[in-house]
């Protein structure tokens, strides 16, 4: 199903930028660039009227916490359509699509790791295998002082670069 990437980043977009509770111009654009990459993809049911919900949201400008809540709510509504969510390529592509949202503002602080890391653990049938055993190590190791250092940042900012590069 060639939506289920597009459907799974996107919700890992709203996933990372929503995880420090503030959404930056840069997160913002995000979102908007992913709106432009699968517009080809709306000429089919169920991906159209997705599509159509999301960008009705991202036309007004600004991004709002309720709004985030309302992409939530329709990430959700079009979940069984569009995802097979517990396969492993699933969750790569939810994970890609969180450094997507973590990266997108240039900055990663302890919030955002936190809740990731959080995510890691949910997903604990993932833990064993790559690239979310390295994930989960690295964040860990990030928090053990409960702050993110610059060098920390950087190696984050490098890994989650190489995340990207997966192909799934």
């Known amino acids: ?8 980043h996107f919700k890992g977009i709203i996933f990372g930028i ?12 995000e ?25 009705s949201i991202l036309d007004g400008g600004t991004m709002t916490s309720e709004e985030i809540d309302e992409l939530k709510s329709i990430l959700k509504k079009y979940k069984s359509q569009l ?6 390529e699933a969750r790569i592509q939810m994970l890609q699509g969180i450094c997507y949202g973590i990266l997108a503002d240039e900055q990663i602080n302890k919030y955002e ?14 833990l064993s295998l790559s690239p979310f055993k390295e994930m989960y190590a690295i964040l860990t190791d990030v928090m ?21 590069k997966l192909e799934v």
Request: net charge negative; hydrophobic share 30%.
């Open 1 to 8: 199903m060639k939506t289920q990437k597009p459907f799974n």
């Open 83 to 88: 995802s097979v969510p517990e396969t492993v």
């Open 31 to 55: 979102m908007k660039l992913w709106c432009q990459a699968h517009e080809g993809l709306c000429q089919q049911s169920p991906f159209k009227e997705f599509f159509e919900e999301i960008k």
């Open 144 to 164: 053990d002082d409960g702050q993110v250092d610059i060098k920390e940042e950087k190696e984050l900012k490098k890994y989650f670069s190489e995340i990207l």
């Open 113 to 126: 790791i936190y809740v990731l890391k959080k995510w890691l653990e949910e997903n604990t049938t993932m």
């Open 18 to 29: 929503s995880s420090d509770g503030r959404i930056t111009r840069g997160q913002f654009q």
